[in-house]
């Protein structure tokens, strides 16, 4: 029979979730307060500023992202549709394409970048000591790892290149 988790256990997890659905939130609110599109947006763009070649298949992208994004193809399209991104197709698989950031969009992931940092020190760096951050940063890790991840990808963060 398998263990039951402590009430400990139990409250960690309560309290994991809601944080990160209130804060998660709350930087929502920022950005559209500051009149740019959701966060999802800034993370697509990001994750193919990122990529070598600017591009990424759309499987990719989803895989990457940092919040789930449960209709890619819906943001991708959209993206598209406002310039920020443009599609292509796979030379090699022909029903296969890619994702591609334009210009319009690296500059959009910028400008987002200021918003987004703000509220990133406002709502997690203003409340923790790099200490915490460290330590919170580690326990994360571990929860991470017991879901199947062997270790889970490196986080940079400098002000060239935006979060992770």
């Avoid at 500023?49 to 991708?76: C, N």
């Amino acid at each position: 029979m398998k263990r039951k988790p402590s009430t400990e256990a139990t409250a960690a997890w309560i309290r994991l979730m809601r944080v990160q659905s209130r804060v998660l939130d709350c930087v929502e609110q920022d950005l559209k307060k500051a009149g740019f599109p959701p966060l999802a947006w800034y993370d697509a763009l990001l994750e193919l500023s990122r990529a070598p070649s600017g591009e990424l298949r759309p499987v990719e992208l989803e895989r990457q992202m940092l919040i789930p994004q449960y209709s890619t193809s819906r943001l991708i399209d959209r993206l598209v549709d406002e310039g920020l991104a443009s599609r292509r197709e796979c030379k090699i698989d022909k029903r296969g394409q890619f994702v591609e950031i334009t210009e319009a969009g690296r500059e959009l992931q910028k400008r987002m970048w200021g918003a987004y940092s703000a509220a990133i020190e406002k709502y997690v760096g203003s409340k923790l000591s790099d200490a915490d951050a460290v330590r919170l940063s580690g326990l994360l890790d571990r929860l991470g790892c017991s879901c199947g991840e062997v270790k889970l990808p490196p986080v940079s963060v400098n002000e060239s290149t935006p979060l992770r």
